[in-house]
């Protein structure tokens, strides 16, 4: 019996049933098969050698891709546990997945001591047992085989993950002397892993709980061949050059305290100007596309955010309640500002002829993350989000979405995010338990989105299971200056918290209805956004947003006089700088002014002074000429214009 299988072309091909698709693979080319790593069959990455039973989509994925990465790398992090077992007889396994840049195993050592001292011992045993060229093989197991497995090796965190399996799900993986528990999907061979490099050890806690026992965590990066983790290292390094962390104490952006608490930063002067900059940047945009500025307290009651919903679903990771002396009052840290922006709506009611009502709010929101996952801006623990909410009718919604679309790629354009991908974030197609509303809603959300997208030629994927609980998304997947992956804007479609708040507006028939919401933060959050946007530019922001955009630069004392006035006719001018009065040589003034990522230099000596001038350098040009000062102006503000 023959199945068919759907190419991403379009193609049909007739195979066995049974078949893999790797012998798809070997049909097309026997050079694609050399170079494939996994599969997605029906949007659900496979096992190359998986066989197919039934009519299904298929993908071929390579390392270039990223599911195909993915795979590697969860393959390299079972060939890590092998070496582990090895070299440390008697280690307990955690999980071992593969993650944005590599993969990790969680390890429990017992009595055993391990550092980054053991790195090369390791790495050098993986590299044997790579060359051994075993294969990674799938085995269907019941619950009662994979309990007895792990019961005799005694191993009770395998068994802890065991605990939540259903019967008839669970799969083992084995490649040489070692077996995991493993859904997969994983790389036929260990024979492909050429290049292997541990990166960092760290503390972690066995499923995040703090409540648990601290585990050895282990990253590492592999790849299929030499060269390619050799650029690799190398875009490490220009990527520790850019850390967000390092040039934010640099250039005196931000910082932290440990008396005001782990993920609560503290905004320095500098990086409160280009907060302030980004903020009115984003307002003049939305007063132009219609939106009211709203403020909302930073607490609200526990039953605000039990009807959203947030409470059931994020109250594990929210601050503790805060209770008051009256009984049985709560409040609560603001995880969300939607449940507010609700409230907001329903102050009056209102007609079809208001709606569309749009209210934005750069709203501060607090939830408890984890200490060993906070990470300086990029996780914290508060954070102002570029909120907004939209309330339309069913009709109104796909121009809305787009309009939204638009807002957010005038964003990525200002600021030179040019490289994107749309990420259509769609319900779990199997498990849709763990969403909120009713299928027809569901499905008229993620048809505006689709419908939306099309229109303006996005480059999209989809991912199905990706989803926010109360409806579907679309996620901005950026790329930076390193070619990292960064999720930075989101646009979400709600039939759900209208229907939990009980919200409607008077339509033209004279009847109550319920408007649809639309979720929108094209930043997503200041810190995250700041912190992302500080690694693509190396502290090299654009003019407009630099905290200092001109350093006057005066050759000596004498010229100090002048250079103050130099200063005071800039900011009339709406120019932001400072005057280095420092008694060093010119030499070593702008040598710093170029070390704090100061975009223009005005250098002040006696010619200057007596023909009041300036002579002007640009950061990465060099001398670009003397002007008088109001040309100067002019000629600034031509550079803010190309910008």
């Avoid at 995040?208 to 030499?226: M, Q």
């Avoid at 309330?391 to 109104?396: E, K, L, N």
């Avoid at 708040?501 to 200041?526: C, Q, T």
């Amino acid at each position: 019996m023959n199945i068919k299988i759907t190419l991403p072309d379009g193609s049909v091909r007739e195979v066995p049933q049974g078949s893999t698709a790797l012998d798809v693979a070997k049909s097309i080319s026997e050079g694609l098969a050399r170079v494939v790593v996994s599969a997605k069959i029906n949007d659900e990455v496979w096992d190359l050698t998986r066989p197919i039973d039934s009519d299904a989509s298929l993908a071929l994925l390579k390392f270039d891709d990223l599911e195909g990465k993915k795979t590697f790398w969860h393959s390299s992090s079972h060939l890590l546990a092998e070496a582990l077992e090895a070299l440390y007889p008697g280690v307990k396994l955690g999980i071992g997945p593969a993650i944005d840049n590599g993969f990790y195993y969680d390890v429990d050592f017992g009595d055993q001591n391990f550092s980054s001292n053991d790195f090369e011992k390791v790495e050098k045993k993986m590299k044997e047992l790579a060359s051994q060229g075993n294969t990674y093989d799938r085995k269907e197991v019941s619950k009662a085989d994979a309990i007895k497995y792990f019961t005799e090796k005694e191993d009770e965190y395998k068994l802890d993950l065991i605990e939540g399996l259903d019967d008839g799900t669970i799969t083992f993986y084995k490649q040489g002397n070692f077996t995991d528990l493993c859904r997969g999907p994983h790389i036929q061979s260990t024979s492909a892993i050429k290049a292997v490099k541990l990166l960092n050890v760290a503390a972690a806690y066995w499923r995040g709980d703090e409540k648990n026992k601290s585990l050895t965590r282990i990253y590492g990066v592999s790849f299929p061949k030499a060269k390619m983790l050799t650029e690799h290292l190398e875009l490490l390094e220009e990527a520790k050059r850019r850390d967000h962390r390092k040039l934010g104490k640099e250039l005196e952006l931000f910082t932290f305290s440990d008396k005001v608490g782990a993920g609560l930063p503290l905004w320095l002067p500098k990086g409160t100007a280009i907060r302030e900059r980004l903020e009115n940047f984003m307002r003049q945009a939305q007063i132009e596309r219609g939106y009211h500025q709203v403020v909302t307290p930073h607490i609200a009651k526990k039953e605000l955010y039990v009807t959203s919903g947030h409470y059931e679903k994020y109250g594990e990771d929210s601050f503790q309640p805060i209770k008051t002396p009256n009984e049985d009052e709560e409040f609560l840290l603001k995880p969300m500002n939607c449940p507010h922006h609700c409230e907001i709506f329903k102050f009056k009611p209102k007609s079809y002829r208001e709606l569309p009502y749009r209210v934005a709010e750069f709203g501060t929101v607090y939830r408890y993350e984890q200490s060993g996952e906070l990470n300086g801006l990029t996780r914290v623990r508060g954070f102002t989000q570029d909120d907004a909410h939209i309330f339309c009718t069913p009709d109104q919604l796909k121009e809305e979405f787009v309009d939204v679309i638009d807002l957010v790629m005038h964003v990525f354009k200002k600021l030179g995010f040019e490289n994107f991908t749309a990420q259509i974030s769609l319900r779990d197609r199997e498990n849709k338990e763990k969403y909120i509303g009713s299928d027809e809603n569901w499905e008229k959300a993620e048809k505006a989105i689709i419908e939306a997208t099309a229109e303006r030629d996005l480059v999209t994927v989809t991912e199905y299971g990706e989803a926010a609980f109360y409806g579907p998304k679309l996620d901005f997947m950026v790329k930076d200056a390193l070619g990292r992956s960064w999720q930075l804007g989101t646009i979400q479609v709600d039939y759900n918290l209208p229907e939990r708040f009980d919200l409607d507006y008077i339509g033209a028939d004279n009847e109550k209805h319920r408007p649809v919401m639309i979720h929108r933060a094209p930043f997503g959050s200041l810190e995250r956004f700041i912190g992302i946007l500080i690694e693509h530019t190396a502290g090299n922001f654009p003019l407009w947003l630099s905290p200092e955009q001109v350093a006057v630069l005066p050759i000596s004392e004498k010229y100090h006089d002048y250079s103050d006035k130099v200063l005071k006719f800039l900011n009339k001018n709406d120019i932001r700088g400072l005057v280095d009065e420092r008694a060093e040589k010119i030499g070593r003034k702008i040598r710093d002014a170029w070390a704090t990522k100061i975009p223009v230099m005005i250098i002040v000596g006696e010619e200057e002074s007596d023909n009041e001038e300036v002579s002007v350098r640009i950061q990465g040009e060099g001398d670009v000429g003397k002007f008088k000062l109001d040309e100067f102006v002019t000629y600034f503000n031509s550079l803010l214009t190309k910008e």
